[in-house]
């Protein structure tokens, strides 16, 4: 899996076409995945190899996507810990003690590898099913995580995270350490079980002014990026497009773009850097020639990077028609041929 076209893309080896994988491949866009899923918590799920196996298999059956992204998610190293937190179906994940005051750091104690054993049962029992496909670990990045543990849950402000981070700033890079420790050594687990691609999501990290990130998030998310060094590492966030260059500079491989840049921009402001994205999930839904125009553009766009993998902006909308993404997966397989 080494030899991958995906792993290859992601180390700057251009072949003929991009390698293709989405966000949210598996999930509540599949029928499969929510008859599985009925009557059972997400977080239960995610601590069930059984149920881990079956779901990151799901897309990859379904669709031949060259790379299978880890079924978890960026708050199961928290739960594994004891903090209370769960994720409530059409919110998101909800923290019954927000943490606010230096003495709720207590709470937030380093992850032990065995903590996630069942991640590793899952990625080992994942390695027998895959063939040659590669598996992409995950994680949450330090930004997107303490964003939850601050607010209490989703935000759309964040205000309280970042009135912290200004006002208490060694508490805030406390906790951003404590985090970036945990987001470390699920990566490292995942590796070492097997997984041969990583992807940190700082998916709200977009909130944040360029200084503000590099003052109070690049140099965390640096420590997570760093601390894996045998696979590549794929840095993504959304509406990230002012700090590109500080995320490429993490130690990241690849970077995400969300659809916001076009890819031979994105390619000017981070030289040297393989790109991912960056098809607007919203336009799933549009017709087929729009999708296919959009595909088009955005493949040809990707060429002014030294690699490009071929993805979505941010996941897929739950009300994506699975049989339009199985499209995309086939038009792209078809453009190595011609
Ligand atoms: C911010 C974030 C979370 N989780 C994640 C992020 C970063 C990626 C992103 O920005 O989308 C990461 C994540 N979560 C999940 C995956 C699975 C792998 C994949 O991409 O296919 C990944 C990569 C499963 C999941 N994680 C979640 C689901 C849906 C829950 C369900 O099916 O019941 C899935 C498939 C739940 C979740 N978990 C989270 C949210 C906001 C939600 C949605 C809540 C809702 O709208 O119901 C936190």
């Given at each position: 899996m080494k030899n991958s076209l995906l792993v290859r893309t992601c180390r700057g080896i251009r072949s003929g076409r991009p390698p293709v994988w989405f966000m949210?491949?598996?999930?509540?866009?599949l029928p499969e995945y929510r008859q599985v899923r009925e009557g059972m918590s997400m977080l239960e799920s995610c601590q069930r190899p059984d149920m881990v196996v079956e779901i990151t298999m799901q897309p990859v059956r379904r669709y031949g996507v060259d790379g299978a992204i880890f079924f978890s998610d960026i708050v199961v190293p928290l739960k594994a810990i004891g903090l209370d937190i769960e994720i409530e179906p059409g919110v998101g994940p909800v923290v019954a003690e927000p943490i606010r005051?230096?003495?709720?750091?207590?709470?937030l104690r380093p992850l032990e590898p065995d903590d996630v054993s069942f991640a590793t049962e899952a990625v080992r029992g994942l390695l027998g099913e895959l063939g040659e496909t590669p598996l992409i670990g995950f994680a949450g990045a330090p930004f997107t995580l303490a964003s939850y543990l601050v607010e209490g849950g989703p935000s759309r402000h964040h205000e309280r995270t970042k009135a912290l981070m200004h006002s208490q700033p060694d508490l805030w890079h406390d906790l951003l350490a404590r985090v970036a420790q945990m987001s470390a050594t699920y990566l490292q687990v995942q590796v070492a079980a097997g997984a041969s691609v990583v992807q940190l999501f700082d998916s709200w990290a977009g909130a944040l002014s360029r200084a503000d990130y590099e003052r109070f998030v690049l140099p965390h998310s640096t420590t997570v990026l760093q601390s894996v060094r045998d696979v590549p590492r794929i840095h993504f966030g959304v509406g990230t497009s002012e700090f590109l260059d500080l995320m490429a500079g993490a130690g990241a491989d690849v970077v995400g773009v969300d659809w916001r840049l076009a890819l031979d921009e994105a390619a000017r402001r981070v030289p040297g850097t393989v790109l991912q994205g960056n098809l607007d999930p919203a336009l799933l839904l549009a017709d087929w020639p729009v999708i296919e125009a959009e595909i088009e553009r955005i493949v040809t766009e990707g060429r002014a990077a030294p690699g490009h993998v071929f993805n979505l902006g941010h996941g897929v909308l739950p009300s994506t028609d699975p049989d339009v993404l199985a499209a995309v997966v086939e038009h792209i397989h078809t453009l190595s041929t011609r």
């Open positions: 949210r491949q598996a999930g509540r866009s005051r230096p003495a709720d750091l207590e709470r």
